[in-house]
T-cell receptor
């Protein structure tokens, strides 16, 4: 299984809602990533987990809260988002975070709209 | 800090022809990795090709090949026999290793359209 899955595919939420994005991989990868991508722009890294520990937080606002319950699963909890947070949220995984183990496999993304 | 520059925001090519996408980067690192990723419209991003900086030989994957010029810090992607399915946004990406902890630096992307 060489796939990263993300649910839901689409999400519309109000500014006062609480929702979660889910990402799963069964490739035995030990690194997982959250990215935010605006249309026709490159992905912007938000968080990196390595061996289930948060290793990078790119100064993301606290209304985004990541969680890595186990090595296969990554969540992104959303609360009190702003309309400018509307974007495609991508999850990725890689065998490790270094050297030849870096190749990142991306999921299809969750298209988030904040009203 | 590393930077990656893709100077061609958009390109187009006729089916079956060859096209080259440009990428330059700036780094003081000696050991690093370079990647080309493809993101088709409304579809997920996939890795096209990768190059380890310590390898002198240019990487090749079927119709995709790179021209890696380490001294010039250039990493271009050549697509031969272009197909309609190659229509996508292409991102050049750089990884420095060391304490980067998996952080890729992406270029701004090139939108490639293949015309029938």
């Amino acid at each position: 299984d060489t796939e990263v899955t993300q649910t839901p595919k689409h999400l519309v939420m109000g500014m006062t809602n609480k929702k979660s994005l889910k990402c799963e991989q069964h490739m035995g990868h030990r690194a997982m990533y959250w990215y935010k991508q605006k249309a026709k722009k490159p992905p912007e890294l938000m968080f990196v987990y390595s061996y289930e520990k948060l290793s990078i937080n790119e100064s993301v606002p606290s209304r985004f809260s990541p969680e890595c319950p186990n090595s296969s699963l990554l969540n992104l909890h959303l609360h009190a988002l702003q309309p400018e947070d509307s974007a495609l949220y991508l999850c990725a995984s890689s065998p490790t975070t270094s050297g030849g183990g870096l190749e990142q496999f991306f999921g299809p993304g969750t298209r988030l709209t904040v009203l | 800090a590393q930077t990656v520059t893709q100077s061609q925001p958009e390109m187009s090519v006729q089916e079956a022809e060859t096209v080259t996408l440009s990428c330059t980067y700036d780094t003081s690192e000696s050991n690093y990795y370079l990647f080309w990723y493809k993101q088709p419209p409304s579809r997920q991003m996939i890795l096209v090709i990768r190059q380890e900086a310590y390898k002198q030989q240019n990487a090749t994957e079927n119709r995709f090949s790179v021209n890696f010029q380490k001294a010039a810090k250039s990493f271009s992607l050549k697509i031969s026999d272009s197909q309609l399915g190659d229509t996508a946004m292409y991102f050049c990406a750089f990884y420095a290793g060391g304490t980067s902890y998996g952080k890729l630096t992406f270029g701004q992307g090139t939108i490639l359209t293949v015309h029938p």
